[in-house]
C-alpha cells in the first residue's frame, strides 16, 4: 500500500499533499481522497461496497445504515434549508438500499454566534420533514466552535432502515438490456443554491427539488418492478451517478439526451453559471435500472407517485465500452458523459 | 410553546438570542438549548427519554442507536486523536444503553488545505480503534469546507448496537441504595487536551483516558450484576453526569468525596487551570449505578477488566435532596456539587 502522505493530487491548481475544495464534490477527487485515506485504514467488505447505504445484520434483521454532513452554504434556499437537506438526504440513501427508513441521527456543529431564531427555523424544518417521511430523530448532538469557524451550521446525519425482503439493489447490478429511469427534472437543487449565493434572478425561480424519495422506491417493490440499481443523483448529478454504476457494473450506459428531463430555466442559468446540468447536485429525485420489460410500466408506477409525475426512461444498459456513459444526442451523434473531475459546484450539500 | 426565537439566553456575557461556546459544553447551557430548540421541533418519546443513546425497535431486534460530533482541538493530543475519540464515543454510548456495539457511520467536514498526511493519521487510528474493539465502520461521507471554516476536521460517528436481553439500564432507574461505581480516575482526557492546547507542562504528563468501555459494561452484565444506570462522564464530567441522573431519577446522590479517583497529576493541572476535576470531561471512563447488595462484586468484576483497574465506588443513591448530588469530605462537611453551567473546557471532545 502506498503511503497516503506520500501521494500527489492530481487537482487543476496543482496542490499536493493537502486537502483541496474538489475533494468534496462527489467526484473524480473524491473518489480519490476515499480511495486513498479512508478505505486503507477502515478497510472492510461493507464499507468497501461503496454503496450509498451499507446493509448489516443485526439480531436478525436486515438493516440498511448511512450517514451524510452536510454543509451547505446558505443555509436558506428557495425550496428547502439545511434541515430539510439533511433529513431527505440521509432518507434516500437508505431507500435507494432498499430499505424503509425508520431512524435518524442528527448531529450539530453550530458557530458561536449562530442566530437561535434561524435554529429554530432549521430545526422545524428537519422535525417536518421528519415527521411527513414517517421517521423518527432518536438521538442527537450539538457541539459549538468559536466564531469565524463554521458556517452558522453543519449538520450531520446518520440513518438506519429495515431492508426490504423483496429488494436487491446495489451499484453493481446493473445488467444489459436495463432500462434507465429518472423520476423528474433535474439540476434544480444545485440551480436553486447557486444563484441564491451568486445573487442570479432568473425569470422563472428556480426551486429545489429537496424531497424524501422512499415512497417512489417503495411503489416501484409494491409493484413487482425487477429494480437493479437505485441511485439518487446528489452530489455530481446524474453524470456522476451514471457513471459509478457503469463502473461498479462493468457495463455500458446508453443516455438519450433529447429524453433527459431538463427545465428550461435549469438549461438557461447553467449556460449562465458554465455548469453542465447532468453534473448539477439534485435531492429529490432518485435514478432506477430496471430490466427492460418492466421499464414502461416502472414509468407509470413512478408517475402515480407523488413527487414521481416527470419520471422518464432517459437511457439504457449495453454490453458495448464498459464502465462509459455515452449521450446521443437529437441529431444522432454522440459524446462521452464523463464523471465531474471535483468541486464544480462547492457547498451544495 | 414559546417562541425560541423570543428566548433570552442567561450567559455569564449577556447574549441574547445567538449560540455561545457555553451552549457546547455539555453542561446546564446544552440542556437548554436541546430544550428550547431541538425538542419541540423534533419531539418523540425516544428523543425525550435524552439517554445516551436511543433504544428502538427494527424487524424484531432491539437496537441502540446514538451520534456523536467531535469538535476537539488540536486534533492530536497525549493517548489519542480526533480518531480514537470519535471511535470510542459513539462505542462508550452505545454500551451505557446495555447494547453491544455493532456498527459505525463517520462523516467528515475537512477544512480545505488540511494535510493529507494528518487525516491518513486520524483515519488509520480509527480503524484501529473500531478493529480493537470489535466494530466496523460500514459507511462514510466526506465534505469539503473553504480554509479558515473549520479547523482541520470534524468528525461526526453514529452508531448501531444490539442491546442485551439482560440490559435495562436508563438514566431514571437508579434506585435509593443504589452504589455509585467509577471504572477508574477521572478527569485525564480534558487535562491532557487542555495541556497541549495551552502548552503546559507537568512534571508528570498527563494521558488522555480514552478508551472504549463496551467490555467493561459486558463484563457486569456477564456476572449478573444488577445494573440501573450506566454513563460515561464526558462533558460536563462526573458532576455533570451524576446531576444528570440525580434529575431524572428524582434521587438525590451523596459522593464520599475522598474515594473519588482524582490523579495528583490531575489535581495540580486543575488547579493551575482553574477548573475542577469533577467537571472535566473523560473518555474511557464509565460510571455505573448498581444495588447496593452487588457492588462489590461490581468493583471485583470491573477490576478484572482491561481498563477497569481502577475501579472504586464513589458514592450512593439517597432518598434525601430528591435531584441533588452532595460531597461529603474527608472532614465531614458537605458542599453541593453543581452541574457546571456552560464551557469550561471548550472544544475537548
Redesign the interface.
Known sequence: MP???D?S?PTPIGTR?????????GGRL?AE??A???Q?????D??DRMAD??V?M??????A???????VRPLFFPGGDIGTLAVHGTINDLACAGATP??L?????????????D??RI??S??AA?RAAGV???????????R????GV?I?T?G?G?VRPDANVGPERAQVGDAVIVSGPIGQHGVAVMSVREGIEFGTPVVSDTAAVHQLVAALFDAGIDTHVLRDPTRGGVAGTLNEIADASGIGIVVDEPSVPVPDAVRSACALLGLDPYQVANEGRVIAFVSGADADRAVQVLRSTTGGAGATIIGRVVGDHAGMVVGRTAIGGTRIIDMPLG?LL??IC
Open positions: 503511503d497516503p502522505a501521494w493530487c499533499g493537502e486537502v483541496v475544495m474538489g475533494h468534496g464534490g473524491t481522497l476515499v486513498e485515506v479512508f486503507p485504514a477502515l478497510a472492510n461493507t464499507l447505504a451499507a448489516v443485526a439480531g436478525g434483521a436486515r438493516l445504515m448511512t450517514t451524510d454532513a452536510f454543509v425508520l431512524y441521527t442528527a448531529a450539530f456543529v453550530i458557530e458561536e454566534g449562530m442566530s437561535m431564531r435554529l429554530a430545526a422545524a428537519m422535525g421528519a423518527t430523530v432518536v438521538a442527537g448532538d450539538t457541539k459549538v466552535v468559536d469565524g469557524r463554521g458556517d453543519y450531520t446518520a438506519v429495515l468541486e462547492p457547498r
